[in-house]
């Protein structure tokens, strides 16, 4: 553990970038104009020098093996609860930030091409770093109470980004939707902290010592403070039952959609997760019910894909799908094979997402997939990172999402989950399948009006091109033994996991086999249906599936509808009968009172006289006794 | 020689004689002689005083009072002719205007 000033640097960066770029569009605003370059300088900039930070702390690490502390002032000492302002640097802190900066980056330079011309294009990058410099807290966070802060600040910033075309009403409603469904997690991440906090008593609160703590702590409060903790994973990571806002976040332009599922947000309850990963690893069955939570809404998320419409859509339910790998990985205790996947799917689904940006810019805001498919414009990069994102999302070897899902898939297997193996399984031919039906709509299903060149900024098209050689190697990084790798991104977060894979290499040969066969039957029917599509009859949005299995309009009946219903009663019955009531009547009495002590206020003169004798008198015979004058 | 009690009983007389004027009367012009009267009660206490201590402080405070009374007069007269000019009456019991609940 050494100390470092570098740490906080990461987090500053971005955080003046935001603080500059917010300034200068007020005077933007209010005074004269300022040209976009300027924001874009200090919009991309700021995570570049995070980044820069971060690959020197990281490169300093390989080369010394340190791990890295920053306290920069106690912040809250009440009693024996002291709470530093202290950042970590370890393995899994530097990791994360590594490509949460890096993405980060790539996606601030998109948006500089995709926000072009747009009046908030200075607001937006206020955000866009706000955005960044929230998720790096969380990350950088050495103890719950600042990755709350981190986690409260993605909060803000995705309801701020999410609503960003804050004239259009949807918009509004979409980012009070995320906010809301988010404040529920974090309510449960708050009693989860409490919980654990109390569990603990009187220990100092950051991970390190919590880590060294956790053996004194009671199993029960230990337990119920790890659900509380998963309570809020689930509304940030989009888990069943708190997913609902996901989708409805494609209202946002799309950079925010790309930094939400890549880099920022989304992720951030999986990472929570392995912070805590000493808690989980105690805590009995919880481990298992994660898992299953994983499985069952990476199923869930997939079937809904495969009859969206919506280009967006499709991509935020993939993203929902992955998520439910990356728990099934972390739920298991396969923390560095969750991670790894995050770093992959951080790779391909930023590029599927500028893609995506990329196209719906190009076709002025079209997002159907079939309208899109009937006014085809030729857009050769964007359609070839496209085909690399999606194959890597399919899970086709040599790409890196075959390496990261094969590496979960084969770690329920070993730990004898097979249901979450088939289910993963399944999971993985539709995927495979809804991200091939989109590809065969996009770009080759037969249209007979021909294709109209688009010019495509090379703000958009260079990170996509980064992205994708990023989406094809990252894989690499953690090769398989039996493949001739290394393990690279397992040893280097070897320290959260609870287990190992130790299988025999027919085994994983068979598994690894079996997957890629999955995904190719996956991709074949895709092929079938849609290559020779007619997309002037789109598919019609009927039925359970299309209509998302009705989730919606059920939480609507049973959430909204309820409180609805509650705040009426206690606006219309409690508030104004029994509160107002209440409080009314004794003003009221009070009014009473002094009507009847005004009517000596009779404007009679000579009563008045008679009022200030008697007082007077008085007065003097109270001196003349008491004062015995 | 007439004692001091006697002056104060005369003087504590006319005092009370102006008091029950002004609560009892109302005729504006009776309060404003019987507020006169009260004053003049005073005024002659003082007096007396001053003559048994041999002090000219009391008669000082005497000739004062007597000359704002002058200064007062001319005031109050002035307000009675106005309030007779707006009711044609000098009854105190109709000018009400400053009742709870009055409307102005």
């Given at each position: 553990m050494m100390d470092t000033s570098l740490l906080v640097w990461i987090i500053l960066a971005p955080l003046l970038g935001a603080i500059l770029n917010g300034g200068f569009y007020f005077y933007h605003i209010k005074k004269k104009p300022i040209p976009e370059i300027v924001f874009s300088i200090i919009g991309t900039g700021t995570p570049l020098i995070a980044f820069l930070i971060t690959l020197t702390l990281f490169l300093d690490m390989v080369d010394t093996g340190n791990t890295y502390k920053q306290v920069l002032f106690t912040w809250l000492h009440i009693d024996n609860l002291n709470i530093a302002m202290g950042f970590l640097g370890d393995n899994l802190a530097i990791f994360m930030s590594m490509f949460v900066t890096f993405i980060g980056w790539l996606i601030h330079i998109y948006a500089i091409g995709y926000m072009r011309g747009d009046e908030g294009f200075g607001k937006f990058f206020a955000y866009f770093n706000l955005f960044l410099a929230s998720m790096l807290i969380l990350v950088l966070a050495d103890n719950p109470v600042i990755l709350f802060i981190g986690w409260e600040g993605v909060g803000l910033c995705s309801y701020l980004l999410i609503a960003f075309y804050y004239t259009d009403k949807d918009n509004v409603l979409a980012g009070n939707k995320a906010f809301i469904a988010n404040r529920v997690g974090d309510f449960g991440f708050l009693l989860g902290i409490v919980t654990l906090f109390f569990a603990l008593g009187g220990v100092d609160l950051n991970f390190a010592s919590l880590e060294a703590n956790i053996g004194n702590a009671s199993p029960s409060l230990l337990a119920l403070s790890g659900f509380l903790l998963f309570v809020g994973a689930m509304g940030k990571s989009a888990q069943?039952?708190?997913?609902?806002w996901l989708p409805d976040a494609m209202a946002g332009p799309t950079p925010i959609s790309a930094l939400i599922h890549a880099a920022t947000m989304v992720t951030a309850g999986v990472y929570m997760v392995s912070r805590f990963h000493f808690l989980y690893t105690g805590i009995e069955g919880i481990g298992i019910f994660i898992a299953y939570i994983g499985a069952f809404s990476a199923l869930f998320a997939a079937i809904i894909a495969t009859r969206q419409q919506d280009i967006k859509k499709i991509l935020a339910y993939s993203t929902m799908s992955q998520l439910g790998y990356m728990f099934i990985a972390v739920g298991l205790g396969f923390y560095s094979s969750g991670l790894f996947h995050v770093l992959t799917h951080a790779f391909f689904k930023a590029m599927l997402f500028m893609g995506a940006g990329g196209i719906i810019i190009a076709l002025h805001h079209q997002q159907n997939i079939f309208k899109i498919a009937q006014h085809r414009a030729s857009l050769p990069i964007i359609s070839a990172t496209f085909l690399i994102g999606v194959i890597a999302i399919s899970g086709i070897p040599p790409f890196s999402g075959f390496f990261s899902k094969d590496a979960i898939l084969a770690a329920a297997f070993q730990e004898g989950q097979y249901l979450i193996w088939l289910i993963g399984m399944f999971t993985a031919f539709l995927t495979a399948y809804y991200m091939f039906r989109m590809y065969f709509i996009l770009f080759i299903a037969p249209n007979k009006h021909g294709k109209s060149y688009v010019y495509t900024s090379r703000t958009i098209t260079i990170p996509l091109v980064i992205l994708a050689i990023g989406a094809i190697g990252a894989g690499f990084l953690n090769l398989p033994a039996i493949l001739g790798g290394e393990h690279m991104v397992d040893t280097w977060l070897s320290k959260l996991n609870s287990t190992q894979l130790h299988m025999s290499h027919l085994t994983e040969y068979v598994l690894m086999i079996v997957s890629v066969a999955v995904a190719a039957s996956g991709i074949f029917v895709a092929y079938k249906k849609y290559a020779n599509f007619d997309v002037f009859k789109p598919e019609e949005e009927k039925g359970l599936i299309a209509n998302k299995f009705y989730v919606d309009e059920f939480y609507n009946i049973v959430f909204v509808q309820f409180a609805k219903k509650i705040s009426r009663f206690i606006d219309k019955v409690i508030d104004d009968k029994i509160i107002d009531g209440f409080i009314m009547s004794s003003s009221n009495q009070f009014i009473e009172f002094g009507k009847k002590v005004a009517t000596i206020q009779n404007a009679n003169v000579r009563f008045y006289a008679a009022f200030m004798l008697i007082g007077m008198s008085a007065i003097f015979i109270y001196l003349f006794f008491s004062l015995g004058l | 020689m007439i004692s001091l009690t006697s002056y104060a009983f005369v003087s504590m007389i006319l005092f009370s004689i102006g008091v029950i004027g002004v609560i009892a009367r109302r005729n504006i012009f009776i309060i404003y002689m019987s507020i006169e009267l009260m004053l003049n009660a005073v005024t002659l206490f003082l007096v007396t005083f001053a003559r048994y201590h041999f002090n000219m402080d009391p008669q000082i405070i005497t000739i004062m009072v007597i000359s704002i009374a002058a200064a007062e007069a001319a005031i109050f007269f002035s307000v009675i002719i106005l309030l007779y000019r707006s009711k044609k009456s000098l009854d105190t019991d109709i000018f009400t205007t400053l009742k709870q609940g009055e409307k102005l």
């Open positions: 069943i039952p708190l997913f609902v | -």
